[in-house]
């Protein structure tokens, strides 16, 4: 059964930093993208950064680049979420997903992940 877990949400000061975790386990099989979403109360899912397995090109939303990096540790079955420079508006529950059935579409369309995690919540305060 394929878990994804995320570990490393909190609550951090604006201009703080965190780095996000996902651990995936149970055998994804072929592996296509991994991308980070978040949501904040009353908003709609928002797709905030993406990696493509097969050539590490990535992928974000306008707000966080510069801020944001998204990385994978292939060894470890792992995706990372850097994240620095934080800002009150990124205030959201995280979600790690990864999508194993290709689709064509937007990097951000959260229907094209077919596995997901369970979320862990950032909170940045001014």
């Known amino acids: 059964q394929v878990q994804l877990v995320e570990s490393g949400g909190g609550s951090v000061q604006a201009g703080g930093s965190l780095r996000l975790s996902c651990a995936a386990s149970?055998?994804?099989?072929?592996?296509?993208?991994m991308g980070w979403f978040r949501q904040a109360p009353g908003r709609e899912r928002e797709g905030v950064a993406t990696?493509?397995?097969?050539?590490?090109?990535?992928y974000y939303t306008d707000s966080v680049k510069g801020r944001f990096t998204i990385s994978r540790d292939n060894a470890k079955n792992t995706l990372y979420l850097q994240m620095n420079s934080l800002e009150p508006a990124d205030t959201a529950m995280y979600y790690c997903?990864?999508?194993?059935?290709?689709?064509?579409?937007?990097?951000?369309?959260?229907?094209?992940?077919?596995?997901w995690g369970q979320g862990t919540q950032v909170t940045v305060s001014s």
């Open positions: 990696i493509v397995t097969s050539d590490g090109r990535t």
């Open positions: 149970g055998g994804l099989g072929t592996l296509y993208q």
């Open positions: 997903a990864a999508m194993t059935r290709w689709s064509t579409g937007l990097w951000y369309a959260a229907a094209r992940y077919n596995y």
